[in-house]
């Protein structure tokens, strides 16, 4: 499986873009890559995913090394909402393995 | 469109006793996977379903666990008899049925279960 290594923590000022890094050196060529994040006491929620190619969405924009052994994740404004634990996942089924994460505080 | 459900939200029982949960997955959705965080640790696999049978049960702990979707729709897991260590919570998600549509998860809120 591909596993990923990301940050424990990171801060961010509100309105502000935020690039939260993840490592995934022994991804397979056929492996996406997903970003979920998780608040507390919910269920993890879907941010984003991408293969290749870089991805936006209305949450977030993934950005994909040529090499696809590292992405990051962006946010483009930071909002308060914007704080949780988001996880950076490569592989599936028994393989779509979450890691402790990347804990993301959001300054007022 | 309603998201994937899980009932109960709560569950405290004793050491020893059963517990049932349920999750209804979005419909439409033939794969269904469950999940759990106990003690505080990383989310772990647990199953996956593709329609009514299981595709990949490699992480399910052991036989005091017992995961159907018959017709394949809802799901339950049956923890019997539930142990200390089995608190946590526990996660449903469900994908769609074809590639790459299934790489996307949509997780439900999760039920909390402690055992006393």
């Known amino acids: 499986d591909a596993k990923t290594t990301q940050p424990n923590s990171m801060e961010s000022n509100e309105e502000e873009p935020v690039h939260l890094p993840c490592n995934h050196s022994?991804?397979?060529?056929?492996?996406?890559i997903h970003w979920y994040r998780q608040l507390p006491s919910q269920g993890p929620e879907y941010v984003i995913h991408?293969?290749?190619s870089n991805v936006n969405n209305r949450m977030a924009s993934l950005a994909i090394a040529e090499d696809r052994k590292s992405s990051t994740l962006i946010l483009h404004r930071a909002t308060l909402r914007d704080a949780a634990v988001y996880y950076c996942?490569?592989?599936?089924?028994?393989?779509?393995?979450f890691g402790p994460g990347t804990r993301l505080s959001v300054l007022p | 469109e309603a998201g994937v459900t899980q009932f109960p939200s709560h569950s405290v029982i004793e050491k020893g006793q059963t517990v049932t949960l349920r999750c209804d997955p979005i419909?439409?959705?033939?794969?269904l996977y469950w999940y759990r965080r106990v003690m505080g640790k990383e989310i772990k696999f647990l199953l996956h379903?593709?329609?009514?049978?299981?595709?990949?049960e490699s992480g399910m702990p052991n036989n005091r666990f017992l995961a159907e979707r018959t017709g394949g729709t809802y799901s339950t897991l049956k923890v019997q008899p539930a142990e200390l260590e089995d608190s946590g919570v526990y996660f449903c998600?469900?994908?769609?049925?074809?590639?790459?549509?299934?790489?996307?998860?949509?997780f439900g809120p999760g039920t909390r279960l402690l055992v006393l």
């Open positions: 991408g293969l290749t």
């Open positions: 419909s439409g959705h033939d794969n």
């Open positions: 998600a469900s994908s769609e049925g074809s590639w790459p549509s299934q790489e996307t998860q949509y």
């Open positions: 379903f593709v329609k009514e049978s299981k595709q990949d």
């Open positions: 996942i490569a592989g599936y089924g028994q393989n779509f393995v």
């Open positions: 022994t991804i397979s060529g056929t492996d996406y």
